[in-house]
């Protein structure tokens, strides 16, 4: 079925009308567009985990294993006994309500299974229904019911409708965060063998190859190669870029969707132009290519085995600290997740910026710092010679990426960095932004084609919030700190704010900053012509 | 159906006291087998959840940070909504169990057309602050009934309390503060499409519960006077354990059904949704520093996890690595072998 049009999308959506139906007897409709195919078992099989063989999700049938249900009980038993954070989140919610309207799928569907407060409630009535002797004898008067192939459906749709971005944590009065349920319950349902292709299909790549694109280790150099060429075009100065370097003071570790595709390659540029430009000492490997990680949106394990190649490299490099590129749930596993898996990182060093002498306080036991933090520090200590008129073409206003706010609190750098590099920088409106930011509506593992529609939905209230400051200061470019966001704003923008370019904000640096012995720029890293440039580019003045 | 049910709950609840003391004269079995039955039921039980709670290890420390980050020494960060150390959780748990921070954040969406309107809703905050405070207080005034020397501190409270001085005995501000909350959030749960569709009857009872409790409170102040020196006899009784029924006086029906509630809400507290009074100081969003790159957290069931090693690595790419220049380290991989032995040996 195809998309439906924008004014068409939203036509049965009121946020302030519930079903006639108790949610507990409606079936979850497998409507194309709004869920995302099965995992392929060979992928599973690569991996040496359990799969269904082929099936998909919207088959009448699903071909479970026969002991499904015990296995789904103890499961859920297994994570109650070990995650203290999902076990008081299924005992303590009081229905209160404060986070139904907060999540981005509720608001751009109307679905009351995508209130967060339900989200979980999928899960707290089977809790209750098969664990608690009260739940079982009150049942539905208590919330309980018991545990049915069509939850496992029903599971199989919502968890996979939640981008684990954290909103509706910020709300609630008792801190209960969907994400942690939703990564519980990926968790459960891959114990039988259920999982997306589109989040699995990179996590075999990120493990045998090294990144989620599985790019090869010479085609990595060439894509490089590439974009040096580019930079020398554009900029007359052609700059080295070290790879799998030993001895470099800096790994540096992007997401692979930075030097995939466009408009990542922008940014990558961005990073490269930066590095030359001050002279950082720093290394990218072929083998620990990626910073993001899709391992997290399936299973913390999986998350956990493909950043484990990050620090093998670190110290066979024999660098001194790690650098990260932007990327959203990337930042929330390094902050988050890296020292309690990794740690301690004792054969680093505290990181110090060599150019400014900075010392990463706040990244000293885990030794690695965002690049928003670093560029920041660098700018604040007048190391950059930036021109900002050279981004006079670009009004631009700042999507803070979920997890980097809501996990790990960086709001304040790329702020800084943009005033910086820009001269026309506007902001969203505040309920749309920091804290309170909406996710793209395609992370987590959700930014699959198949599932346009829900991506369009979900995407909705980012979009909305453009929109309206593209309606009155004319912003023509979204930056965001987030290779999802870079791959998946574009179709959101050109279906709901057309007109509007995404990009990363070390993008911006990149045409913004200065490099000895450039020639005069004309074009901006996206060969467009600079303002008042017009008619000029290529021309080599 | 949830309403009804949860209605017709509290009303049975209120009869058993009714119809046990005035036909059937079990004053005592009311007075002070339910009370220390219920208390034991409350304490026990409050006490096994903390102890469930408590075992189950908090793998990641997985604060929601709603605040700038302690990052660069120029960037001010957020205390409170990014705490970087333990005094400064301290002082974000206060605020949020204390004032319900979080809930103040509230904000109501509204779809019109094709835009998103967001605009301030404290009144569901405001609501929970009315209840939650005036529950407080109300208890702490109860506490007058448990002590042979009322301290002055509680003469003050009732005495603020009843600032107003409207009606005899004054009509306590507390007690309104109460009664509205409840009203307000009762009413919301039925009238708000998106609450009421997630409400179980478990989400209406113990509002009705509480709402008995309140009512009959206020009867027995202000209609049906009760023997307030013989409910004073009994509750020092039953708090110094010697509990004895007080001889000769009347202490009226209605403080049994009010006692009888109270048992009841005791004895439902650990078992309902109630218990986020205390869950909510585990709330490892909440209760834990954003200090992850400053200091490690342990997981106390971390378990290693195989990965793909740079050495098998290199041989699956290592056609690829030579056609591009790059120099294979069979160093790294012969010192990998090395400590593989060794740890084996």
Redesign the interface.
């Known amino acids: 079925m195809a998309l439906p049009k924008?004014?068409e999308l939203?036509q049965d959506?009121?946020?302030?009308?519930?079903?006639e139906k108790h949610?507990m007897d409606i079936k979850p409709e497998f409507k194309r567009g709004t869920y995302c195919y099965a995992v392929e078992p060979q992928v599973m099989e690569d991996l040496g985990l359990p799969h269904m063989g082929q099936w998909q999700p919207h088959d009448e049938k699903w071909p479970l294993p026969p002991d499904w249900k015990e296995r789904t009980l103890n499961a859920l038993r297994d994570r109650?006994?070990?995650?203290?954070?999902f076990?008081?989140f299924m005992?303590?919610?009081?229905?209160?309500?404060?986070c139904?309207?907060?999540c981005h799928f509720f608001?751009g569907s109307g679905d009351?299974k995508n209130?967060p407060?339900?989200r979980g409630?999928l899960v707290r009535s089977v809790i209750k229904g098969e664990f608690s002797p009260?739940g079982k004898l009150?049942g539905?008067?208590?919330?309980a019911r018991e545990l049915t192939e069509d939850i496992i459906k029903e599971w199989f749709y919502y968890f996979y409708q939640c981008t684990e971005c954290?909103r509706c944590?910020?709300?609630?009065?008792?801190?209960?965060?969907t994400a942690?349920i939703t990564i519980v319950m990926r968790e459960v349902l891959h114990e039988l063998g259920i999982a997306i292709d589109w989040a699995m299909k990179p996590v075999r790549f990120c493990?045998?190859?090294?990144n989620h694109i599985g790019i090869?280790?010479?085609t990595l150099?060439?894509i490089i190669e590439y974009l040096v060429m580019d930079i020398e075009e554009i900029t007359g100065v052609k700059i080295e870029v070290p790879?799998?370097k030993k001895g470099a003071e800096v790994l540096f570790v992007p997401p692979s969707g930075d030097y995939f595709a466009d408009p990542g390659i922008y940014n990558f540029m961005g990073y490269l132009i930066l590095f030359h430009h001050i002279g950082l000492d720093y290394t990218i490997s072929?083998?620990a290519s990626e910073s993001g990680n899709f391992g997290f949106f399936n299973k913390l394990?999986l998350a956990?085995?493909?950043h484990?190649?990050i620090y093998?490299?670190a110290r066979?490099l024999k660098v001194k600290w790690i650098l990260g590129g932007e990327c959203g749930h990337m930042w929330r596993v390094w902050?988050?997740?890296h020292?309690?898996?990794y740690?301690?990182v004792d054969f680093l060093e505290v990181p110090k910026s060599p150019i400014t002498g900075?010392v990463?306080?706040?990244?000293?036991?885990?030794k690695?710092v965002h690049i928003c933090?670093f560029t920041?520090?660098l700018i604040?200590h007048n190391k950059l010679k930036l021109d900002p008129s050279r981004n006079d073409h670009v009004v631009v206003t700042f999507h803070d990426s979920c997890n980097p706010?809501?996990?790990?609190?960086?709001?304040?750098?790329p702020r800084?960095i943009l005033k910086n590099v820009c001269n026309n920088f506007v902001e969203m409106?505040e309920?749309?932004i920091?804290?309170?930011t909406f996710c793209c509506g395609s992370g987590s593992g959700l930014n699959a084609d198949e599932y346009m529609e829900m991506r369009m939905r979900g995407g909705?209230?980012r979009a909305?919030?453009v929109e309206y400051v593209r309606k009155k200061y004319g912003v023509n470019h979204l930056a965001c700190i987030c290779a999802i966001d870079r791959a998946v704003f574009p179709a959101l923008m050109d279906y709901w704010v057309p007109g509007v370019d995404v990009c990363g904000v070390h993008e911006l640096v990149g045409n913004a900053i200065v490099l000895d012995g450039e020639k005069e720029r004309t074009m901006d890293l996206r060969y467009r012509p600079l303002k008042g440039k017009e008619g000029k580019e290529g021309e080599g003045v | 159906m949830?309403v009804g049910?949860s209605l017709l709950a509290v009303i049975a609840l209120i009869l058993i006291p009714w119809i046990g003391v005035s036909a059937l004269g079990l004053d005592s079995f009311f007075g002070i087998v339910i009370p220390y039955l219920a208390f034991f039921v409350f304490f026990i039980g409050l006490i096994y959840?903390i102890v469930?709670?408590a075992r189950?290890?908090?793998?990641?420390?997985?604060p929601?940070?709603?605040?700038?980050?302690?990052?660069?020494p120029?960037?001010?960060?957020?205390r409170l909504?990014?705490p970087a150390n333990t005094w400064e959780v301290v002082l974000r748990m206060f605020f949020?169990v204390v004032f319900?921070r979080?809930?103040f954040?509230?904000?109501?969406?509204?779809?019109q057309g094709?835009?998103?309107i967001?605009g301030s809703a404290k009144w569901?905050w405001f609501g929970?602050i009315l209840f939650h405070w005036g529950f407080f207080i109300v208890l702490i005034r109860h506490l007058r009934l448990f002590l042979y020397h009322v301290p002055s501190i509680l003469n003050y409270i009732d005495y603020v309390d009843s600032f107003f001085q409207i009606g005899f005995p004054p009509i306590y501000i507390t007690d309104l503060m109460i009664l509205g909350g409840l009203l307000f959030l009762l009413l919301r749960r039925l009238v708000?499409?998106?609450?009421?569709?997630?409400?179980?009857?478990?989400?209406y009872f113990p509002l009705f519960l509480i709402l008995g409790i309140v009512i009959s409170g206020i009867l027995m102040r202000h209609v049906y006077k009760v023997d307030v020196y013989g409910v004073k006899e009994l509750a020092i009784g039953l708090a110094t354990l010697h509990p004895a029924m007080p001889k000769d006086a009347h202490i009226g029906t209605i403080f049994f059904v009010h006692l009888f509630l109270v048992c009841t809400l005791a004895a439902y507290f650990p078992?309902s949704?109630?218990?986020?009074m205390v869950?909510?100081f585990?709330?490892?969003?909440?209760n834990l520093p954003?200090?992850?790159?400053?200091?490690?957290?342990?997981?106390p069931?971390?378990y290693p996890?195989?990965?793909?090693?740079?050495c098998e690595?290199?041989e699956?790419?290592k056609e690829?690595?030579q056609?591009?220049?790059?120099?294979l380290?069979e160093e790294?991989c012969k010192g990998q072998n090395v400590a593989k032995e060794n740890k084996a040996a």
Not at chain 2, 273 to 276: C, E, P
Not at chain 2, 323 to 327: T, V
Request: contains cysteine; proline residues 5%; charged residues 25%.
């Open positions: 924008p004014d939203l959506v009121n946020l302030h009308k519930a079903p949610w109650l006994n070990r995650f203290r954070s076990k008081l005992d303590i919610c009081v229905r209160c309500g404060a139904a309207d907060k608001l009351p209130m407060v339900l409630e009260l009150f539905r008067l208590a919330g954290r944590s910020v709300f609630c009065p008792y801190g209960i965060d942690e493990h045998i190859v090294g090869q280790p010479h150099k060439e790879i799998n072929t083998y394990e956990k085995k493909l484990a190649k093998e490299e066979r902050h988050q997740y020292n309690t898996w740690g301690p900075t990463f306080e706040n990244a000293k036991d885990n690695i933090e920041a520090d604040a706010s809501r996990a790990m609190g960086i709001l304040e750098e800084f409106p309920n749309t920091r804290e309170k909705f209230p909305n919030a | 949830n049910v959840r469930q709670w189950v290890p908090q793998p990641f420390k997985i929601s940070v709603c605040g700038q980050e302690k990052s660069l120029w960037i001010k960060y957020s909504e990014s949020e319900f979080s809930l954040r509230n904000l109501r969406a509204d779809l094709r835009r998103l967001y569901l929970a708000d499409a998106k609450v009421s569709y997630i409400s179980h009857a478990s989400d078992f949704k109630l218990v986020h869950g909510v585990f709330s490892p969003t909440r954003n200090d992850n790159r400053m200091r490690r957290y342990v997981n069931w971390d996890v195989k990965y793909h090693t740079f690595w290199q699956h790419f690829q690595l056609q591009a220049g790059f120099e380290d790294w």
